[in-house]
C-alpha cells in the first residue's frame, strides 16, 4: 500500500501544468483531491472545484469543501500562479492586486482555514509551491517576485506554529517549468526585453539556468510526493530548490 493511501490533499491551479501533475500524482499514490481552479477539468485528476482563487470566500469554501466530501485533510498544495510582465513604472495597479492576491493571500487564507484539520491530522503538510523568484529576482516581475518572497515568508512562520502539532510547511521552490504559465510570457518577455520571440526562450528563460532546460511538471510533483509522505517528515521551513543551478551563481 502506497504511503499516502487515506489521505485527502486540496491543490490549487489543478486544471494545468504544476498542480495538474500533483493532483495526478497524489492520486496515483492513493490520495483522494479536491482539485481547485478558476476553470476546472472535469476529466483531470480528483475530483474538481470552481474557485476564483481572489477571493478569500472562496479559498475558504475549497477547505470546506474537501473536509464536507472527504471527512479530513491532510495535505494543502497551493500552486494557483498568474503572471505579469511589465517595466515598474508602466505595472498596473490591478495586475498587482490580482497577483497579490493568487500568489500570496490565497496560500494564506487556505492554510487558517486548513489548521484545524492539519492538527488533526497529526501529520499535517502545507506544501507551496513557490518558484526560485522566492530566492533570488528578475526584472519586469514586480509583483510575482514580491508575492513569492512573501510566500517564503508565511512558510517559515508556519513551521513554527506547526511543528507542535506535527504540521510541515515547505516551499517547492522550481526554476523555469515546462507550463502553460511560461509560453504565455514570451511575448511580453519579448516585448521588454527588446528581443525577438524566437529569442526569448533562450536569452531570457533559460538564461539564469546552468543546465538549459526546462523542468518537467512530473518532476515538481514527485517532489511533492515525496513531502507528502513519511519521509518527508523532516523537511520544514525549507525552500526545496529545484532550478538547474540557477541559485549557484
Known amino acids: 500500500m502506497s504511503d499516502l493511501a487515506g489521505q485527502v490533499a486540496l491543490v490549487t491551479g489543478a486544471a494545468s501544468g504544476i498542480g495538474r501533475a500533483v493532483a495526478a500524482r497524489l492520486q496515483d499514490g492513493g490520495m483522494d483531491v479536491l482539485s481547485v481552479d478558476l476553470l476546472p477539468d472535469p476529466d483531470g485528476p480528483g475530483v474538481p472545484f470552481e474557485a476564483d482563487l481572489t477571493s478569500p470566500e472562496a479559498n475558504a469554501a475549497a477547505v470546506t469543501t474537501a473536509l464536507e466530501r ?72 514586480a509583483a510575482y517576485v514580491s508575492a513569492k518572497h512573501g510566500l517564503m515568508g508565511l512558510v517559515k512562520t508556519l513551521t513554527l506554529e506547526g511543528a507542535p502539532d506535527g504540521i510541515t510547511a515547505n516551499a517547492v521552490c522550481p526554476g523555469y517549468v515546462r507550463t502553460p504559465l511560461v509560453e504565455k510570457q514570451i511575448a511580453a518577455q519579448a516585448e521588454a526585453h527588446g528581443l525577438p520571440e524566437e529569442r526569448v526562450l533562450e536569452d531570457v528563460i533559460l538564461a539564469p539556468h546552468v543546465a538549459k532546460k526546462l523542468i518537467e511538471p512530473q518532476q515538481v510533483a514527485e517532489v511533492v510526493a515525496f513531502l507528502a509522505g513519511p519521509h518527508g517528515a523532516p523537511f520544514t521551513g525549507a525552500p526545496i530548490t529545484m532550478d538547474y543551478g540557477w541559485t549557484s551563481r
Not at 482555514?113 to 522566492?134: D, Y
Open 70 to 141: 472527504f471527512g479530513r485533510l491532510d495535505v494543502v498544495v497551493p500552486n494557483a500562479g498568474i503572471q505579469h510582465v511589465s517595466p515598474i513604472e508602466s505595472f498596473a495597479q490591478e495586475r498587482w492586486d490580482t497577483i497579490i492576491a493568487v500568489l500570496l493571500t490565497s496560500p494564506f487564507v487556505l492554510a487558517r482555514e486548513a489548521w484545524p484539520a492539519l492538527r488533526e491530522s497529526g501529520a499535517g503538510r502545507f506544501i507551496a509551491i513557490a518558484s526560485v523568484h522566492g530566492l533570488v529576482a528578475s526584472p519586469y516581475k
